[in-house]
T-cell receptor, first 118, second 111 residues
Framework: DTEVTQTPKHLVMGMTNKKSLKCEQH?????MYWYKQKAKKPPELMFV???????INESVPSRFSPECPNSSLLNLHLHALQPEDSALYLC???????FGGGPLAEQFFGPGTRLTVL | TQLLEQSPQFLSIQEGENLTVYCNSS?????LQWYRQEPGEGPVLLVT?????EVKKLKRLTFQFGDARKDSSLHITAAQPGDTGLYLC???????????FGAGTTVTVRA
């Protein structure tokens, strides 16, 4: 299994809703990532988990709350979002070096969740 | 943050023509990846280059990493409509967790 899956594919939510995005990989990767991508722009890193622990938070607003329940799953909990948060949310994963403990460079992306905030 | 300048921003060519996309930086990268992304989908990894001067071929796609590991290029020979997409270069430097992405090149191959 060499893919990253994400659900749902599309999500429309109001500004008062609470929803969650889910990501799963079975490649044995121990680093997982959340990115936000606007149309025709490169992905912007939001969060990084390494060995199920949050390693990087790129100053993301608290209305986005990540969670890594186990080594295969990554969630992104959404609450009180704004219309400008509408974007494609991408999950990615990568291996971690057996020597230095840092991630290997190749990140494998899921298909994304298209989020629209009304 | 290490910046990657990618050019051109847009490319529209006829089927059968060749094209080259460039990725340049003033910083040294330990590795560089090229991704292709179709609308509404996630980026798909095409190749990773790690050694200065390295050349990798993937069918009609040729990837090169500069000798100083500061730049890279993607060359497509005899482009086909299926090559249409957003091409992204991304590099890793001192912080391996963070990919520095170029701005992307939107390639359109007309039949």
């Amino acid at each position: 299994d060499t893919e990253v899956t994400q659900t749902p594919k599309h999500l429309v939510m109001g500004m008062t809703n609470k929803k969650s995005l889910k990501c799963e990989q079975h490649m044995g990767h121990r680093a997982m990532y959340w990115y936000k991508q606007k149309a025709k722009k490169p992905p912007e890193l939001m969060f990084v988990y390494s060995y199920e622990k949050l390693s990087i938070n790129e100053s993301v607003p608290s209305r986005f709350s990540p969670e890594c329940p186990n080594s295969s799953l990554l969630n992104l909990h959404l609450h009180a979002l704004q219309p400008e948060d509408s974007a494609l949310y991408l999950c990615a994963s990568s291996q971690v070096s057996a020597f230095g403990g840092g991630p290997l460079a190749e990140q494998f992306f899921g298909p994304g969740t298209r989020l629209t905030v009304l | 943050t290490q910046l990657l300048e990618q050019s051109p921003q847009f490319l529209s060519i006829q089927e059968g023509e060749n094209l080259t996309v460039y990725c340049n930086s003033s910083s040294v990268f330990s590795s560089l990846q090229w991704y292709r992304q179709e609308p509404g989908e996630g980026p798909v990894l095409l190749v990773t280059v790690v050694t200065g001067g390295e050349v990798k071929k993937l069918k009609r796609l040729t990837f090169q990493f500069g000798d100083a590991r500061k730049d890279s290029s993607l060359h497509i020979t005899a482009a086909q409509p299926g090559d249409t997409g957003l091409y992204l270069c991304a590099g890793t430097g001192s912080n391996d967790y963070k990919l520095s992405f170029g701005a992307g090149t939107t390639v359109t191959v007309r039949a």
